[in-house]
Structures are given as structure tokens and as C-alpha cells.
């Protein structure tokens, strides 16, 4: 199975799309943007040069993330989480609301 990058720019006002690709291929983008897997687990950069989950329980080089998973950018608006666990049905710390 072959691997491919693509990072897909289409507008300022569309987030970008990285789609999953060999280890090495694609550089790490420069403004370090903040992105959702396909898992729906949103991921941060941390000043120690890896992507965190806001829960602070997975990290990851970008390389690592790249590799594993199809990534979109989170547009700016929603950035501040706050105490957003990374999944979509539950507040932080746990059980669904």
C-alpha cells in the first residue's frame, strides 16, 4: 500500500485538510495550527514541540499524528476549549451531560 501527502488549501476561511501519509513526508506546518483527528480528538502544540489532546493524557510529534491519522484544522473561533476533554459527547472529566 502506498502512502501520499496531501495538504489541501483552499481558502482563509476553510480549515485546512492533512490526510494520513508515510512518516517523513510532509513537513510540519509552520503556524503549528491546533487540529481534530479522525477520531474527533482535538490536538494542541505544546512549547515542547509536541501536539497535545487537552486532557493532557495523549501527546504526539507531528510526524507522529501525520502518520496515524487524517487531520483537519480547527478553525479559530473554537480554539478555546476551555475544559473540553477531546470527545464530543462529554464534558471534561468524564461521563456524558
Known sequence: MSTTTTT???SPDR??????AGLGTDQE???????RDDRCRCWRPGADGRWHTPDNRHHATWSELHNRTDLVEVPAPD?????WDGTEDSPAGGAAA
Request: cysteine-free; proline content about 14%.
Open 79 to 83: 480554539r478555546d476549549l476551555g475544559d
Open 29 to 35: 506546518p509552520t503556524d503549528r495550527p491546533v487540529v
Open 8 to 10: 489541501l488549501h483552499t
Open 15 to 20: 480549515p485546512r485538510v492533512w490526510l494520513v
